[in-house]
């Protein structure tokens, strides 16, 4: 099955993309289909490639090393859930960026979800992705 890129584009929550202390991070939101992640693949940002080492997904206050995600371990990704994607490495710098994440589910395989944002000095009204609690490590 083949999802439009239009459809994936509308998970990013706009806004969202930021520097961080280890890298950067954005978040997105499932508008579209429950989902059970098997695999994460890698974010393409600034010319440079993140491998699943230096990705993790913070969903259900918990934080996924993109490495310990399998078919053995899936992530359940359920409709209007909010996941925070944090990538480490070097910050990105100030402007416009389009940045691709490829993640692989159940239900439908490989997916490519585009991310295009402005990254400025200040962020005011950028929106926070929210949650009740700071997310946790993962589970053993």
Request: hydrophobic share 40%.
């Amino acid at each position: 099955m083949v999802v439009p890129t239009v459809m994936l584009k509308r998970m990013y929550v706009h806004g969202s993309l930021r520097n961080t202390p280890k890298g950067f991070q954005f978040a997105l939101k499932n508008r579209l289909a429950p989902a059970t992640i098997v695999e994460i693949g890698e974010v393409h940002a600034a010319g440079q490639r993140f491998g699943p080492e230096a990705i993790s997904i913070h969903l259900h206050t918990h934080t996924y090393p993109g490495t310990e995600i399998s078919e053995k371990r899936t992530l359940k990704f359920d409709i209007n859930e909010t996941a925070i994607i944090e990538v480490e490495g070097a910050p990105l710098p100030v402007g416009e960026h389009l940045l691709t994440w490829r993640v692989r589910t159940k239900e439908v395989g490989w997916l490519r979800i585009p991310v295009e944002d402005t990254l400025g000095d200040a962020r005011q009204g950028a929106r926070e992705p929210r949650f009740l609690s700071q997310p946790e490590p993962a589970r053993p």
